[in-house]
Structure formats: structure tokens, C-alpha cells
């Protein structure tokens, strides 16, 4: 696994004072790069990947994850598109990404740990969360952040093969190109928080995370699932949504009130 030079953090951090926005949550993190630039990098790296890994092309799990996942994308503001591709991929690993320009890439192994449509929307929200945060910005912003003038979406089709690489795994596709570079503990949290709120908003039952998560470390064994891996310790996750359980659930009783009742499968 290889990390950010130490020198990039340091830039990171001097830039903070003149580039530094909130977080959903309201974390202070460098943006350096426009919406529309990073949103492009997610367009190219998704043809990259349709390009490199097999397609599923099973009807059944296309469309149990493009209802959920267009559930899921119904609640987001309106500066995020309105709609999102969605692709399964024949790979048996439980995971899942999401990448900006509305993208989303299901694994089929995914579907055999969330077993349900609830369940299913916890992943689904944590990876479209990761975008909404502009988790991808912040991080690219971070490792570049000493190298200005960096043209990306000519770097990510044409630039050095590891550069190309570093960036795929900065937009959370480590696991598909080999370089695990996690996203931070506050990201993760970041993520879990607010894919909360959003599968719950879609009318999608939160306490479903908890189980989706046991789901994940069992499926594990002695090895667990690149997803876990790169995510916060379960404790920790559990402690966390538990916290949060009682605002997503009046979240979830009003999308139910609301007519918001998905069924997907
Ligand atoms: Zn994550």
C-alpha cells in the first residue's frame, strides 16, 4: 500500500488557509479542483473500468441495484445529476463505488451480503455519500496539492501508468486497480453519516446497516472483504449509527409518510 508523501500534507495544510471549504458535517478540508473537472475524471475512470472489468449482464441484479440506487439518488440536491449510470459487474468480492459525474459500479458478489432491497441501499448510500461529501476532490487535492497546473483528465487517459493508477484509487477505485490508498477514518464516518440519512430519506429502513455490516464481517472468514479492509473498524461503525439511529428513523417514518415505500427485490 503506498500513502501520500509527507511533503503533500504539508502543502495540503498551508493551502487549507486559502482554499479550505466545509464538509457536510462540517469539517475544514482542501478543494482545489472545480466540481465539473473532478466530475469528468469520474466519466473517464468509469469507461476505463467498463473497459477493464467483465459486465454482469444479469437483468435481475441490474435492476434490484438501479432501483435502489435511483431511490437513493432522487434525494440528493438538486447541483447533483439527476440521473446515474449504474453497472454490475461479474466480480464475486462484496463491494461497490460510486464515483462523480453519477456513476455507480456494483459488484455481483456484493448482492450475496446484502441480502436485502434495505440492506442493499446502506452500501448504495455510503457510496453516493463518499461523492456528495466531495470525498474524490479532497482527496486529490491533498496528494496534487504540490503540483499545480495538473492537467487530470489528460493525466487519467494518457499520463504515466502510476500516476493514472494513483488517481483511479484517489476516487475511491483502489480495489479495482491494486493500490489501496483508504479513505480517511472522517470520510468513512462522513459517509456512513449521511448514507444514513440518505437510504433513510428514500424510505429505506436504517436499522438495515446494522445488519448489512454483521453481513460484511462474517462473509469475511479469516479474510475479510477488500470493503471492510478499507473501513472503519466495526465497533466503532456500530457505535456510530447507533448514535444515529434515532434522527434516521423520523427520517425514515416521514419518506414513509410520504409515499416514499421503493420496492426493488
Ligand atoms: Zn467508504
Redesign the pocket.
Known amino acids: 500500500m503506498r500513502r501520500a508523501p509527507r511533503t503533500a500534507w504539508w502543502a495540503a495544510a498551508g493551502l487549507c488557509l486559502a482554499a479550505c471549504v466545509a464538509s457536510p458535517l462540517g469539517r475544514q478540508r482542501l478543494l482545489l479542483f472545480p466540481d465539473a473537472e473532478i466530475a469528468e475524471l469520474g466519466v473517464a475512470s468509469f469507461d476505463q473500468m467498463k473497459r477493464q472489468m467483465p459486465v454482469a449482464r444479469d437483468p435481475e441484479l441490474e435492476s434490484r441495484a438501479r432501483c435502489v440506487a435511483s431511490a437513493i439518488v432522487a434525494q440528493l440536491d438538486t447541483g447533483a445529476p439527476r440521473s446515474w449510470e449504474v453497472v454490475v459487474f461479474a466480480d464475486e468480492s462484496p463491494n461497490a463505488f460510486a464515483l462523480p459525474g453519477g456513476k455507480i459500479g456494483v459488484n455481483a458478489g456484493l448482492f450475496r451480503v446484502a441480502r436485502n432491497q434495505d440492506q442493499l441501499a446502506t452500501v448504495l448510500g455510503?457510496?453516493v455519500a463518499?461523492v456528495v461529501a466531495q470525498h474524490a476532490n479532497e482527496r486529490v487535492s491533498t496528494v496534487f496539492a504540490a503540483q499545480s497546473g495538473l492537467e487530470l483528465l489528460s493525466t487519467i487517459s494518457g499520463g504515466p501508468p502510476d500516476q493514472q493508477q494513483q488517481l483511479l484509487s484517489l476516487l475511491g477505485l483502489g480495489a479495482q486497480v491494486g493500490i489501496l490508498l483508504p479513505?480517511s477514518r472522517e470520510?468513512?464516518r462522513e459517509?456512513d453519516l449521511l448514507g444514513l440519512d440518505l437510504m433513510a430519506s428514500a424510505g429505506f429502513d436504517p436499522r438495515a446497516s446494522i445488519a448489512l455490516w454483521q453481513n460484511m464481517a462474517e462473509a469475511g472468514g479469516a479474510q475479510p472483504p477488500e470493503f471492510l479492509s478499507?473501513?472503519p473498524a466495526y465497533g466503532t461503525r456500530m457505535q456510530d449509527l447507533a448514535q444515529r439511529m434515532p434522527q434516521s428513523l423520523s427520517r425514515f417514518e416521514e419518506a414513509q409518510r410520504r409515499g416514499r415505500r421503493p420496492v426493488c427485490g
Open positions: 455510503h457510496e463518499h479513505f470520510q468513512e459517509a478499507t473501513h
